[in-house]
C-alpha cells in the first residue's frame, strides 16, 4: 500500500503545485492591433512610405518617359533602314545605327527593372524599420504597464495563429482594469504632434439628428 501512495502524494503535490502557480498568475490582456493602429507614430510612418513611394514613382515616370522617345526613334530608323529609295551603302550604314538604338533600349529596360527592385526593396526595408521602431514605443508602455500593474503575462487578443484563427478565443479580462489597451494607447499618443494628436483622438462623427 505504501508503495502505491508516494506516486499519489506526488502527483497529488504537483497537482496542488500548479494550481497555486495558477492562482498566483495575474494576466493582462492588450489590443496590439487596435494600439498599433491608433498610435500617432504609425499613421507618421504610413504618411512617409507614401512620400517615399510618391518620388520613386516621380522618378520612375521620367525613366519610362525616356524609354518611350527612344523606343520611338527605334521605329523610325528601323524604317529609315530599310527603305529601297536609298543605296544599300545607306542602307548599311542606317542598319548599324539601329543596332546601336537597340543595344541602348536594352540598357534602358535594365535600368527600368533595376530601378523597380531597387525601389520596392528600399520601400520595404524602410517599411520593416519604421514597423520594428513603433513596436519597441508600443512594447516598452506595455511592459511599464504590466509592471506596474503586478502583472506576470500580457496577451494580445488581436493576435492570429498560422492557422488564421483567433489565439485567444475567449476572455473575461475585456474592457476591465486588465484590458490594457486604452491605457497604453493614451500614454502613446500623450506626446503626439498637434495634428496627429488631434488626429488620434478624433471621435467618430454623429449622425445628425432629425428634426
Known amino acids: 500500500m ?5 506516486p499519489i502524494l506526488s502527483l497529488l503535490f504537483a497537482a496542488n503545485l500548479a494550481t497555486s502557480a495558477h492562482a498566483q498568475t495575474k494576466v493582462a490582456v492588450v489590443d496590439m492591433k487596435k494600439v498599433f493602429d491608433g498610435y500617432w507614430r504609425t ?4 504618411r512617409q512610405l507614401k512620400e517615399r513611394a510618391a518620388d520613386f514613382e516621380k522618378a520612375r515616370t521620367g525613366i519610362v518617359e525616356d524609354y518611350k ?6 521605329g523610325k530608323l528601323r524604317e529609315s533602314a530599310n527603305d529601297p529609295a536609298v543605296s544599300e551603302e545607306e542602307r548599311g550604314k542606317r542598319r548599324q545605327t539601329l543596332e546601336k538604338k537597340v ?6 529596360e535594365t535600368s527600368l527593372r533595376t530601378f523597380d527592385q531597387n ?8 517599411q520593416l ?4 521602431s513603433v513596436l519597441r ?3 516598452g508602455v506595455v511592459e511599464e504597464k504590466a509592471k506596474g500593474g503586478s502583472f506576470q503575462m500580457v496577451m494580445d487578443t488581436a493576435a492570429i495563429s498560422a492557422n488564421q484563427t483567433p489565439i485567444v478565443v475567449y476572455t473575461t479580462l475585456l474592457n476591465g482594469e486588465n484590458d490594457l489597451s486604452d491605457s497604453v494607447l493614451k ?3 500623450a506626446n503626439a504632434p498637434t495634428e496627429s494628436a488631434k488626429t488620434a483622438e478624433k471621435p467618430a462623427d454623429k449622425p445628425e439628428e432629425k428634426k
Open 103 to 108: 543595344a541602348e533600349l536594352r540598357e534602358q
Open 187 to 189: 500614454q502613446l499618443n
Open 43 to 46: 499613421k507618421e510612418a504610413d
Open 129 to 132: 524599420r519604421l514597423r520594428e
Open 2 to 6: 505504501k508503495r502505491y501512495l508516494t
Open 137 to 139: 514605443d508600443i512594447k
Open 119 to 126: 525601389m520596392r526593396q528600399s520601400i520595404a526595408d524602410q
Open 69 to 74: 522617345k527612344a523606343n520611338e526613334e527605334f
